[in-house]
C-alpha cells in the first residue's frame, strides 16, 4: 500500500535561515507527490507538485521541492524563511496510475513549522 | 483552479444529533472528496462523492455514520450523524478537476461535540 512518511513533527527554525522540510513515500510507480501548507484556521494551499519531467519544482512563496526516485523523497525547502511561513505543512502522493485510478490523496502526518524572530 | 464553498465554516452540536456540511464548487469537478483531520492529526479520508450513486467509503468508515450525497458535479454533502465527542475535527471538502491536476480544498468545517 501507498504512503507517505514526514519524519520530523516539529521544526523550529529562525527567520532568514533555511528550510528543508523531509518527505518520504512508498509507491509501486513513479507518483504524483504534493506539498500542501495549511495556516492555522485555515484550508490546504498548494505549494508546489511533481508529475514528471524536471525533478526540482518550483512552487509559491519561494518554495521549491527536489523528486529523487533513488531516495523515493520529495523534500521541500526554502533558502530564507519568513515569519509568515509558520504553518503546517503536508506532503501527499497521488494513487494515481495505481490499480482503480481513485484520485484520492494519502497524506503524511506533516511537519509544523515554527519560526523564531 | 476550483473555488470551493464549505459550510458550516464551524459548528458547537450536542452529542447524539446530526450535522450536514455542504460543499458547494464554482465549476464541474470530476472528483469530490471528503477527509477529516482530527485535533493534531493529518487528513484522513472518508469517502469519494460519487455523482448520481452511491460514495466509495474508506476503510474504518460507513454510510450510516458518514452518509454522503452528491446530486450534481458542483455540490456534495456529508452528514456526521448520531455524533459524539470523538467525532471532534475539521471535515475538508476536496476536488479534482481531472486525474493529472492538483486536489482543491475547501477551507473547512471544524465540528465540535459536546
Known amino acids: 500500500a501507498q504512503s507517505v512518511t514526514q519524519p520530523d513533527i516539529h521544526i523550529t527554525v529562525s527567520e532568514g535561515a533555511s528550510l528543508e522540510l523531509r518527505c518520504n513515500y512508498s509507491?509501486?510507480?513513479?507518483?504524483?507527490l504534493f506539498w500542501y501548507v495549511q495556516s492555522p484556521g485555515q484550508g490546504l494551499q498548494l505549494l508546489l507538485k511533481?508529475?514528471?519531467?524536471?525533478?526540482l519544482v518550483q512552487g509559491i512563496k519561494g518554495f521549491e521541492a527536489e523528486f529523487k526516485r533513488s531516495q523515493s523523497s520529495f523534500n521541500l525547502r526554502k533558502p530564507s524563511v519568513h515569519w509568515s511561513d509558520a504553518a503546517e505543512y503536508f506532503c501527499?502522493?497521488?494513487?494515481?496510475?495505481?490499480?482503480?485510478?481513485?484520485?484520492?490523496?494519502?497524506f503524511g502526518q506533516g511537519t509544523t513549522l515554527q519560526v523564531k524572530p | 483552479s476550483a473555488v470551493i464553498s464549505q459550510k458550516p465554516s464551524r459548528d458547537i452540536c450536542q452529542r447524539g444529533t446530526s450535522l450536514t456540511i455542504q460543499c458547494q464548487v464554482d465549476?464541474?469537478?470530476?472528483?469530490m472528496f471528503w477527509y477529516r483531520q482530527q485535533p493534531g492529526q493529518s487528513l484522513t479520508l472518508i469517502a469519494t462523492?460519487?455523482?448520481?450513486?452511491?460514495?466509495?467509503?474508506e476503510s474504518g468508515f460507513v454510510i450510516d455514520k458518514f452518509p454522503i450525497s452528491r446530486p450534481n458535479l458542483t455540490f456534495s454533502t456529508l452528514t456526521v450523524s448520531n455524533m459524539s465527542p470523538e467525532d471532534s475535527s475539521i471535515y475538508l471538502c476536496?476536488?479534482?478537476?481531472?486525474?493529472?491536476?492538483?486536489?482543491?480544498f475547501g477551507q473547512g468545517t471544524r465540528l465540535t461535540v459536546v
Open positions: 476536496s476536488v479534482r478537476g481531472r486525474k493529472n491536476t492538483e486536489a482543491f
Open positions: 509507491y509501486g510507480a513513479t507518483p504524483y
Open positions: 511533481y508529475f514528471s519531467g524536471d525533478t
Open positions: 501527499a502522493v497521488d494513487t494515481l496510475g495505481g490499480s482503480g485510478n481513485t484520485g484520492k490523496l494519502i
Open positions: 465549476s464541474q469537478v470530476t472528483m
Open positions: 462523492a460519487n455523482q448520481g450513486s452511491e460514495a466509495t467509503y
